[in-house]
């Protein structure tokens, strides 16, 4: 740790000649830049950089404690927040930045009171999109610590989240957001907007030490990307060679990238008749973005044609015959190529083959292009955080960041379904029986326009349900049964057209049933509420207080329930004289006997296609979830 620090040292004795990049003072107004030591409670400034660490801020929730390793970003930061099992499967921080583009740093790190010593193993989202896997194993990788990626964020908040497997609690010892040009990392297209760039590899060849941006004194728009050197790959022995200038480099430090000049004076070079390979560790399938920076720095190549290598990315041709001097039109001039690819096995091989003279490499880095996932209807978001809110749902369930992303971590009880058409995520179920659910239903659940199951079952319910549930048209099946629901039930729940279940039994519901929903047994739905001491009408038995119409239906219903049965009754007898008479006797009660079984049945059978279909066993937090190979 130290050694990084001293490191960094003598890199600024070397340089501070050449602190004024000709880009220093381009930009006007710093970029927006937030620092956050998590778990702190206080303010800091870094005596090394000058940097202001805020105190721990715009956490779901978790707790601080002490952080044993180094902070490699931040010497000076000691502690760390992490997020045990009743915070819930997932917690986040929700961060205030202006839209733009930009570098999110974390450094993870864990202790003895956040996780007795025992690594974690969780998930980070950014924005919604899954980014980081840290797998078992994870923290005897230095690598590993940090993470930065690169992405726009227009919802006017960062939010990233830290996502349970169940085994350890997750745990982070700083967090950056650091803004970039609009049109940093720019692969040639508008698609950077739809894209996270995480760093995989960021190396600056033949350097005697790692360092920060900031540190080599590129200008701030940079984002303070570490820089690792590759002098710790090669096995002692190596045929390899060291190329180093104090000399200052041309056309370095551009917008939009902004590099520090200390990348390009210095390189890794071989024999002439050696490649130099570097092996990345990939998914296949996914995409890569390469970016390769070269500036000629050897006194003996001066003028193109001495030094010409191909770049393959494992058998593919990245860029033919590359000649840099040829290309800049003079040594000590900086050269950036960068190029996008599919990775087609698990390690990506980066080569440098040389076809005139040896090969030299100055820096290079390599991202993985992350499709973004879409987000949340917004109106679905803010229903769920009101109802969060409201019915008093328990801390164990989390309910941080977006509700149905990343996909594969929706929200405890939430299920949802993607609308190709609008481009969002929307929720279909809602599955919170039996989780200590409370206080009155509102209109806040309203929100939830394309909700199709709504459970709530077993909860702590008061008060009436809200005439507005009635608004909720997509409703298929609402199950509001066993809590302490009063009032009477609002007609409004008989413009549910397409609900094909409703289970209001074992509350304290009065008054009558809405007549309307009489066309719920119609449609061949299930009824059921059974179990509320003051209720009448439909499903039930009939109200005492009847008005004429009322009486006039159910006078009706008797004469006609009373003809069919007399009409069975005759139909019975014809029957039984005509089996008395015939040689075969059918059991005597047949046609009653497989109505009703067929009947009951065809209930069981749309019960349990209904069950199989809407109601999916709420995730529990305790459950390991398979992590995403990254
Ligand atoms: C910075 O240096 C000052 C003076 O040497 C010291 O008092 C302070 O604790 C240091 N702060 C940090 C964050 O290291
Ligand atoms: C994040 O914070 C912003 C404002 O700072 C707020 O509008 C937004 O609702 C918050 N998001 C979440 C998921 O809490
Ligand atoms: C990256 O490469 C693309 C395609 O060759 C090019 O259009 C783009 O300008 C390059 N980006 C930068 C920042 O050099
Ligand atoms: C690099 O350039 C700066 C001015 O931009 C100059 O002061 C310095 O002497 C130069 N360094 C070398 C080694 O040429
Ligand atoms: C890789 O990039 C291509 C071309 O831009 C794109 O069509 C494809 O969907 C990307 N694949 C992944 C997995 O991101
Ligand atoms: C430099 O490159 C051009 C084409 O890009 C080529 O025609 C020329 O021969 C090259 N010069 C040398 C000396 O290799
Ligand atoms: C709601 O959840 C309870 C378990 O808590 C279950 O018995 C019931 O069948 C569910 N309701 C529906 C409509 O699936
Ligand atoms: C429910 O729908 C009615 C009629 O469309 C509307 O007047 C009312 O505002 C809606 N209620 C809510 C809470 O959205
Ligand atoms: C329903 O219960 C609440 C208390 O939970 C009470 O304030 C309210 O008066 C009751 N309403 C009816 C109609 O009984």
Redesign the pocket.
């Known amino acids: 740790m130290d050694f990084e620090r001293v490191g960094f040292v003598v890199i600024v004795a070397i340089l501070c000649g050449a602190c004024m990049s000709p880009f220093a003072a381009a930009q006007t107004g710093g970029p927006f830049a937030i620092r956050i030591a998590c778990g702190s409670t206080v303010d800091s400034v870094a005596n090394e950089t000058g940097y202001a660490w805020s105190k721990d801020t715009?956490y779901?929730g978790g707790k601080g404690a002490a952080a044993p390793a180094t902070n490699r970003i931040a010497g000076h930061l000691h502690t760390l927040r992490y997020f045990e099992s009743t915070d819930g499967p997932q917690s986040?921080y929700?961060?205030?930045v202006p839209s733009g583009h930009y570098l999110t740093r974390f450094f993870f790190t864990f202790g003895e009171t956040d996780n007795a010593g025992q690594e974690p193993v969780f998930e980070v989202s950014v924005e919604g999109t899954l980014v980081y896997s840290l797998t078992s194993g994870w923290s005897s990788m230095v690598d590993n610590e940090y993470g930065d990626s690169l992405l726009h964020i227009t919802?006017?908040?960062a939010?990233i989240c830290f996502h349970s497997s169940g085994h350890g609690n997750p745990a982070i010892g700083s967090l950056e957001i650091l803004q970039l040009y609009v049109d940093a990392y720019n692969m040639g297209s508008s698609a950077n907007l739809n894209v996270v760039m995480r760093t995989i590899k960021r190396v600056t060849a033949g350097a005697a030490q790692s360092g920060y941006g900031s540190r080599m004194h590129a200008d701030a728009w940079g984002g303070d990307r570490y820089w690792a050197t590759d002098q710790t790959l090669f096995a002692p022995g190596s045929p390899i060679g060291v190329l180093r200038t104090e000399a200052n480099i041309s056309n370095f430090g551009n917008p939009p990238n902004i590099y520090p000049q200390a990348i390009y004076q210095s390189a890794t070079t071989t024999e002439p008749s050696n490649k130099l390979s570097y092996i990345v560790p990939v998914q296949p399938g996914q995409n890569y973005s390469i970016w390769l920076h070269f500036a000629e720095i050897a006194p003996e190549v001066t003028g193109p044609g001495m030094r010409v290598f191909n770049v393959m990315a494992n058998d593919a041709l990245l860029f033919p015959a590359v000649d840099i001097v040829n290309i800049t039109g003079s040594p000590f001039r900086a050269l950036i190529l960068n190029k996008t690819i599919t990775a087609e096995s698990r390690t990506l091989t980066i080569s440098f083959v040389p076809l005139k003279g040896s090969v030299a490499v100055n820096a290079f880095e390599v991202f993985h292009v992350i499709p973004r996932e879409y987000a949340s209807f917004d109106e679905n978001?803010?229903a769920l955080?009101a109802i969060k809110q409201s019915q008093n749902l328990p801390p164990r369930l989390g309910w941080?960041?977006?509700p149905c992303v990343p996909p594969v971590h929706p929200w405890i009880g939430v299920k949802c379904v993607f609308d190709a058409l609008a481009g969002a995520w929307f929720v279909s179920s809602l599955a919170l029986d039996q989780q200590g659910v409370g206080g009155v239903l509102g209109d806040a659940w309203v929100g939830l326009r394309q909700l199709q199951s709504l459970n709530l079952s077993k909860n702590l319910l008061v008060g009436e349900i809200p005439s507005s549930f009635g608004n909720m048209s997509s409703l298929t099946s609402l199950d509001l049964s066993h809590n302490r629901l009063n009032g009477s039930i609002p007609s409004t729940l008989g413009q549910l057209v397409i609900l094909k279940e409703l289970l209001l039994n074992d509350n304290l519901l009065s008054g009558e049933v809405p007549p309307a929903l009489g066309a719920l047994l119609i449609r061949g739905a299930s009824l059921n509420v059974a179990n509320n001491p003051g209720l009448c009408g439909v499903g039930i038995g009939p109200c005492t207080h009847m008005s004429a119409s009322e009486k006039l239906a159910l006078i009706l219903s008797l004469v006609i329930g009373s003809a069919i049965l007399a009409s069975c009754a005759m139909f019975l007898w014809i029957k039984h004289k005509a089996s008395s008479r015939g040689a075969q006797r059918l059991p005597r009660d047949a046609p009653y006997a497989k109505a009703r079984t067929t009947f009951v049945r065809d209930v069981q059978m749309a019960r349990s296609m209904l069950q199989n279909h809407f109601s999916r066993p709420a995730p529990t937090y305790t459950e390991a979830t398979p992590l995403n190979p990254h």
Request: overall charge negative; proline content about 0%; some cysteine.
């Open positions: 715009g779901s986040c929700n961060i205030s919802d006017g908040a939010t978001v803010w955080q941080n960041g977006d």
